[in-house]
């Protein structure tokens, strides 16, 4: 593992609140905006090399906060700084200068995300044009070339010239990351890079990423879905909850020996070896209710089998409760 002590992410506080559009009566009777609170006071680091994963059911702001750290949203609060620098105080030069070069992200599903009406070519090559890194065509062909071999697209001549279309969904999903590679990102938001393509497909595009960690000590925000993903692939893990990271630690500890009970409701319902189980189906009691009406003190308490006397009134923190294992729960 080529994970170092050097702070490449670090995340404070971080909120991304959406604003609801204001009906006539609102507006008539004053009533307060409401807000949609995807993201809710979030922080934490990834270091140079470390594979950081962020995990939870569906809705819970996970795509929110890596979008939000890219500035691809705009934060509501909170700090963000990316090797060293205040993100949120970037101007647009530096966005493009630094920002957009040093950091990359990677989609769900690259069908979408690739430009059909493009070659492979165009497509990796672009950001090199964007940001004016060469001169000719022939340079471009053979910086692109250099990439897809890297993410194992060989020989390259077989691949320059087709279409998305005509890739499998592994292959496009190796062109997207061969895209966010050019510009030599130190930090790369991969958004459930895997839930889209076949199992049999999944384990090559993960070991890819891990390789490509391995070689260049890129660092990762990993989403997932998928605790099994989570564990193979990554060194820490957080779990959010409602906008909030309600466990962060090294992710076998957190998977083998999961202390918040919303994680244990997690790691119970799912048979974590099988990767066919995701962690929208797990039988925790009632709905998650809605970001806009957050329960107040713990926001888990209304679902938690161990809610006690101070669960719904006190907001639990995160508190260090084993080396680099936080939980934040009243049991603790
Ligand atoms: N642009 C937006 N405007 C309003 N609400 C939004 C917007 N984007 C996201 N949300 C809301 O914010 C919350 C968090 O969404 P987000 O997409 O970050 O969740 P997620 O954890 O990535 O979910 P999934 O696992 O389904 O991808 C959801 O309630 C979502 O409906
Ligand atoms: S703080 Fe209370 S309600 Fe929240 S997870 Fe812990 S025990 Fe459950
Ligand atoms: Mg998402």
């Not at 992410?9 to 307060?32: A, T």
């Not at 702001?61 to 750290?69: A, E, H, Y």
């Not at 500035?71 to 909170?78: A, F, N, S, Y």
């Not at 919303?262 to 189980?277: E, F, G, K």
């Amino acid at each position: 593992m080529s994970q170092s002590s050097e702070v490449v992410v670090r995340v404070e506080n971080l909120k991304k609140w959406f604003p609801l559009r204001r009906g006539l009566s609102d507006i008539i009777f004053r009533r307060p905006r409401r807000y949609v609170k995807a993201v809710d006071g979030v922080s934490f680091e990834i270091r140079k090399g470390e594979i950081f994963a962020l995990a939870g059911e569906s809705g819970c702001g996970k795509t929110t906060t890596g979008r939000t750290i890219l500035r691809l949203i705009e934060p509501t609060g909170g700090k963000v700084e990316f090797l060293g620098r205040d993100v949120t105080k970037l101007d647009k030069k530096e966005m493009k200068e630094f920002l957009r070069r040093k950091a990359q992200i990677i989609f769900q599903d690259p069908y979408e995300s690739l430009n059909p009406r493009k070659t492979v070519e165009d497509i990796v090559g672009e950001p090199l044009e964007v940001h004016g890194l060469v001169d000719t065509k022939a340079e471009k062909r053979e910086v692109v070339s250099k990439y897809l071999e890297e993410v194992g697209l060989t020989p390259p001549e077989d691949f320059i010239f087709r279409f998305p279309h005509e890739l499998s969904g592994g292959q496009r999903q190796r062109v997207a990351i061969a895209r966010a590679l050019v510009l030599e990102p130190e930090f790369i938001v991969a958004d459930e890079p895997v839930s889209m393509l076949d199992m049999s497909i999944r384990a090559s595009i993960l070991n890819l990423m891990l390789d490509l960690r391995d070689k260049r000590g890129l660092s990762y925000l990993f989403i997932t879905h998928d605790l099994a993903t989570a564990k193979y692939v990554a060194d820490r893990l957080a779990i959010m909850y409602l906008g909030k990271i309600v466990e962060i630690g090294p992710a076998v500890e957190v998977i083998d020996n999961p202390l918040h009970p919303y994680t244990q409701a997690l790691i119970s319902a799912v048979p974590v070896p099988d990767p066919r189980h995701k962690i929208g189906d797990i039988p925790i009691k009632g709905e998650v209710p809605s970001p806009i009406d957050i329960p107040p003190g713990c926001r888990f308490h209304p679902r938690c089998v161990k809610a006690f006397e101070p669960c719904d009134k006190e907001v639990p923190e995160l508190r260090e409760i084993e080396p680099n294992h936080f939980v934040a729960c009243h049991l603790y």
